[in-house]
Each structure stands twice: as structure tokens, then as C-alpha cells.
């Protein structure tokens, strides 16, 4: 009696969804669907998607492994997978078609899996008559187009990733920071604060305590990587670090200690104090004091600048933080740390931000709200390690990057490279430019709500 309820209710059937190892029953379904159905091909509905050994097929099949329909995506352009995704040739054989909702099935699995593989863009053309099922799923409709002589509109998956880490990490700190003005005025948001009446340029960062806990070597090198950036992107040369340690018992903190410790000699950064606790939860916080006699703003970016992007790219993901944390620095020599850390001081740029956790995007949209405007970037200029997907890249701390803004000297930054991959604009938020033109948002408006610098 329980097997009647599924199809009692309007319910699926099973169904398994997953990759194709053998793309030859798929074919043919598309075939009788596009060529013998449709009549939308003459002879066949191939091309070269295809012929792309990026494109990948789910297919949906029964419990005894009859193939109910399919569908392929992958990059949608050629050249090295950028992030922008496309889906198509979506298949259901005429027997299981309607109630049964195998379509909108796979059409749920490719976009999760379009974003799983780093797609911050996934569009798909489809014939108008379906367009209605696609925007009951949450796709945005872009403009019509016409494919075979039949009318198809172009279709896009919302990916919210970036603006949902901005959200996450750094749209809390308007309201929290409201009546504050921490840094100044002209340094509102900044990576560090210049102290009143001095050269002084002060930066504080705490690390996750789970971190901590977890990883303690890699938490105490990150304490000092962290707030040398931070000096670093206003142009700061770093004088001393501060830090307050706490752990379960001394083991603990000395694990975490010597992190600190590496980091510091590697930098060249005297440890010129701190606080010690036992016998609490792990945490970990570190104070560092700059000197840079003409501080560099975060909000000094203007419509019409350039942006450049300096990053290091050596390295890999640090393990246990795949696509999240990119380690490059703790495999330079104290000399290449060093390099990287005098850029912004040598280039003076009129704008510079550290990448932080919001990422590459996240952090150019704190720039450009600091300074009182948008920004486009543009994907395929950034670069990126050949581990990294895009959407991983442009979301995860990548250990040394700096975005700058306005002219600059030419000036070397050891290791890392520069170049030039968007501008500012008009308006605000941040949009990613395309190889084809096209524009999608990544980030709808100001990122803090700390709003402009000035």
C-alpha cells in the first residue's frame, strides 16, 4: 500500500542523477528529441560543446537504469575555464515527459553543479515556450534570441556567492560601527588607522578561534600575515607586533606561538609584547604598528581609475581550507615577504585595499565604497593559479594581494605580479565584465555600510 503513496501525491519517480561515464545512450535521446521530434536539426544536433572534454552530462535513470533524459554543461567559452558556464540540450524521453518533473530535476543538479565546479555565470538558451518553467526555478530571462529559425530566450542562474561572503563577513560593520568613524576622516574602513599627531599607522586583527584550535601553527603565521598586509596596503613599513594568545594549557599556546614566532623573523617584524592565557577557549589576536609619513586610502579611488590587482600566485590551497585559503607566503624567503610588503609604499597608488576575507570581489567593493563610486571587474584579465576555479579565486584570502587604484610608479613586487583587470565607475556595488560583454552583478551595493571615506 506505501509504494501507492509517491504516485498518489504527484510525486517522481526515483531517479538517480549523476555524471555520464558513457555519453552514447544520451546521444541518441538527443537526436530522437532535437532531430526526430522537434525537427530543430536537420541531421544532427551535435557541435562543438561536444567535442570539449570539459563538457560534462548528467543523466537521470531509473532504479533498474533505463536513462529518462539528460542534459550537458561546462565552459561556455574556449580557453582556460574562466567561470562562465553554459547548459543545454536538455532531453527527456517522451515517455516520462510532464508530471513526473524529470526536467526540472536536472535542471536543479546542473546548476548545483555548475556552481560546485567554481561558475560565477550560467546561462542557457532555451526554447520560449519552456521559459516559464526556468524562471519558476529562479532564472532570470535576459533577452530573446533565435536559434535553428526557432525563438529561444537566454537564460541566467542567479549566482549570489560573492555578494553572499560580503554579506556574511563585512555588512554587519555599518550599523555595529555607527557614531565611531574608526580611522579618521579620509580613513573610514581602512585596513589600519593612523594615530593622531604621528606617522604612526596602527592595525588590529583577531583569528578564528576554530582555527586556532584546529590548525595553531598555521593560526600564529596567519596573525602576523594579516595585520603586515594591512599595514602594507596604506603604504605602512612595519615597526612591531603585538599579541594576546589564550589556550586550554601551554602546549597549546606554544603550538601557536611558534607560528607567530616564523612569521615575524620571516617578516623582519620584532614581537615587542603581548598577553598569555591558560586554561580557556583558544584565541588569538595581534596588534601591529606601522610608520608611513603619507598614508595610502582605501577610499582615495575615483570614477574613471584604473584597477590593478598585485597578487602572489605561487603556492596552493592550505590543506583543510581548499577554496577558501590560498597559502603562497609561507614558502617565501624572508627577502620575497619583505618585497611584496614595500609595493603600495613604492607604487602610491591613490587607492589600495588588502584582499581580505571578502575576497578579490568583496574588497574591491569596500574600495570602491570608500570611495564613493562603483566598480567593474573584469574576469578574464584577473589573474589566477592554474588550481584555483574562478569562483574559488575571486571568494577566497589568497595570502598576499593588494588592489590598487589611479596611476602608480612602475615598481616591481617581487614574487607577485600586477595587472591591470577593471575600473571604477559611477554608481555603486561591483559588476563582472565578461569576454563577450556582458555584465552580471556581484555585488548589489555598498559592502559595509560604512559608506564613503571622506
Not at 503513496?5 to 549523476?18: D, F
Not at 536536472?106 to 532555451?126: K, M, Q
Not at 593559479?385 to 584570502?397: I, K
Request: glycine fraction near 14%.
Amino acid at each position: 500500500m506505501t509504494d501507492l503513496v509517491p504516485a498518489l501525491l504527484g510525486a517522481p519517480p526515483a531517479m538517480l542523477i549523476r555524471e555520464a561515464d558513457d555519453v552514447r545512450d544520451y546521444a541518441r535521446l538527443r537526436s530522437r528529441v532535437f532531430v526526430d521530434e522537434q525537427r530543430l536539426f536537420v541531421r544532427s544536433d551535435r557541435d562543438d560543446r561536444d567535442d570539449d572534454p570539459r563538457t560534462i552530462v548528467l543523466e537521470a535513470r531509473s532504479p533498474d537504469g533505463a536513462l529518462l533524459g539528460g542534459v550537458r554543461l561546462g565552459p561556455a567559452a574556449d580557453g582556460p575555464d574562466i567561470g562562465w558556464w553554459a547548459g543545454g540540450r536538455l532531453a527527456v524521453d517522451a515517455g516520462v515527459r510532464g508530471a513526473q518533473r524529470i526536467g526540472p530535476a536536472l535542471i536543479r543538479a546542473a546548476c548545483a553543479h555548475a556552481e560546485r565546479h567554481g561558475a560565477l555565470r550560467f546561462d542557457a538558451t532555451v526554447q520560449t515556450r519552456w521559459q516559464r518553467m526556468f524562471e519558476r526555478l529562479g532564472w532570470h530571462a535576459v533577452r530573446p534570441v533565435t536559434v535553428a529559425g526557432r525563438p529561444h530566450t537566454l537564460m541566467r542562474w542567479p549566482i549570489g556567492r560573492i555578494a553572499a561572503l560580503a554579506a556574511a563577513t563585512k555588512a554587519p560593520l555599518g550599523g555595529l560601527l555607527h557614531g565611531l568613524r574608526p580611522g579618521g576622516a579620509g580613513f573610514v574602513g581602512d585596513d589600519g588607522a593612523p594615530v593622531p599627531g604621528s606617522d604612526l599607522i596602527a592595525a588590529c586583527d583577531a583569528i578564528l578561534p576554530s582555527m586556532v584550535e584546529r590548525d595553531p601553527d598555521w593560526a600564529g603565521w596567519c596573525a602576523v600575515l594579516v595585520n603586515v598586509n594591512d599595514l602594507s596596503a596604506m603604504g605602512a613599513t612595519p615597526v612591531g607586533l603585538l599579541n594576546t594568545v589564550a589556550g586550554k594549557d601551554a602546549a597549546a599556546v606554544a603550538k601557536v606561538l611558534a607560528g607567530l614566532r616564523r612569521a615575524a623573523d620571516a617578516y623582519g617584524v620584532p614581537i615587542l609584547g603581548g598577553h598569555t592565557q591558560l586554561g580557556v577557549p583558544a584565541a588569538l589576536a595581534a596588534t601591529a604598528i606601522g610608520r608611513a609619513a603619507h598614508p595610502v586610502p582605501g577610499g582615495g579611488g575615483r570614477p574613471g581609475q584604473a584597477v590593478r590587482l598585485t597578487v602572489d600566485l605561487g603556492g596552493d590551497w592550505r590543506p583543510g581550507y581548499h577554496g577558501r585559503q590560498w597559502d603562497s607566503t609561507s614558502r617565501r624567503t624572508g627577502e620575497e615577504l619583505r618585497a611584496m610588503l614595500g609595493y603600495v609604499a613604492a607604487a602610491r597608488p591613490a587607492a589600495a585595499k588588502d584582499v581580505s576575507m571578502a575576497g578579490i570581489a568583496g574588497t574591491l567593493g569596500m574600495l570602491a565604497e570608500a570611495s564613493g563610486c562603483g566598480a567593474v571587474l573584469d574576469v578574464g584579465a584577473v589573474p589566477r593559479p592554474a588550481g584555483a576555479s574562478m569562483g574559488d579565486w575571486l571568494t577566497c584570502f589568497p595570502g598576499f594581494a593588494m588592489l590598487t587604484t589611479g596611476s602608480t610608479r612602475d615598481t616591481p613586487a617581487g614574487p607577485a605580479v600586477t595587472v591591470e583587470c577593471g575600473v571604477l565607475v559611477p554608481g555603486s556595488g561591483v559588476r563582472l565584465r565578461w569576454p563577450d560583454g556582458e555584465l552580471t552583478e556581484a555585488v548589489h551595493s555598498g559592502v559595509t555600510g560604512m559608506g564613503r571615506a571622506a
